[in-house]
């Protein structure tokens, strides 16, 4: 057989379950390029190294003496350090865009001025400003509430919304904060879904619909997180998304994707769309240039097709004759996280796991010890349920993260049938 080297850039729950799918692959032999030791990574490569992720002429040399065909890129940073660009030049093949076309992860106001150049639905009404003083003077002029988002790469947590977080003296204070680009933007009220694709520059194949729970307490409280959890359902769909509006979020995906490729910067890689379902349908939140953290989790495990065609799929702008799969079963993927997090979270502290039953564990930001792990800054492992419903998947979810031992918490409420039923009925109110 003949074999391909893959290698993972990330040190993420995220690239955990992607460096399992490859292993899983027939011919797939896995290295990784990580900032961190992540366990479960490097008990899956051959070899691996330590390194920071945007740190690219250092990976691509280790391309070099290993040999790697492929590279797959977890976490968006590289991405917008041009470590595809590199590789690409050196022969190796990547999931993952190019610098040019990650920006619409990486520049918010590309984004937003891309769909607006091409007419693409779903889009806000935003103002981008460059100067402070204007973007202060404009919300001091208004009643509207907005979400105020710094241009550039924030991990998720540099949005605040008007309403929400701030008033209108914390929305100028947090304006002031940024102290550089703002883009400030509709708010929109619905409820919201990841709609993430593999996409080959020109063909766009989706998967499964995923829920992800960015506030760091249960009932939606407290600060965004990276995400605290996610869960998919058993018929890839979300209840309170319509056929019609999976319809809308897939051909936004597509316009996006054909807008891309006009404009001489083809996307190939995973693109991930953050929908807010509203009253007129899904609007977009963001596009990330990736797969979500923790949402790669859920998908991934259900993957029963091979990644490694996947990535030749991808790679070589044939994903419309590559057999994609995912099993019809319901997901829910808990993330154990350090008390505190993420403002003060405890690191350092030792934790030890417990009976996980079917439960799978994907490793994230933590020191292996022996069979003790040490909480680190960062989200710690997550473990993700697999059932024929989502009840059945939330219980092995739940009663494997319960059982850990230590100073970590985790969301009980993520993927339970009361918080489905709350977006079911909030999307109701709002019809
Ligand atoms: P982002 O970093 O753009 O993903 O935003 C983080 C979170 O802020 C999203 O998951 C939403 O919950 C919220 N958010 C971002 N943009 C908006 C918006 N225009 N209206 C309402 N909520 C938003
Ligand atoms: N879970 C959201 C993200 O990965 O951006």
Known sequence: MITMKVLVVGSGGREHAIAQALAKSRGVVVYAAMSRLNPGIASLSADHLIIRETAV??????????????????????LEAGIVDLLESQGVKCVGPVKAAARIETDKAFCRDLMKRHSIPGLPEYYIFRDTEKAIAFLKTTDKEYAIKPIGLTGGKGVRIMGEHVDLDGACTYVREINGEVVIEERFIGEEFTLQAFVDGTHLIPMPLVQDHKRAFEGDTGPNTGGMGSYTLADHRMPFVTEEEYDQALSIMNLVVKALASEGTPYCGILYGQFMNTAKGPMVIEFNARFGDPEAMNVLSLLSSDMGDIVKGITSGCLDTTIITFDNKATVCKYIVPEGYPDAPQSGKYIRKGESGTALLYYASVIADDDRLITQSSRTMAYVGIGDTLKQAEQIAETASAAVEGPVRHRRDVGTEEVLNKRIKHMQELR
């Open 57 to 78: 002429q250092e990976i691509a040399t280790f391309c070099s003496t290993h040999n790697i065909d492929y590279a797959f890129i977890g976490p968006e940073a590289p």
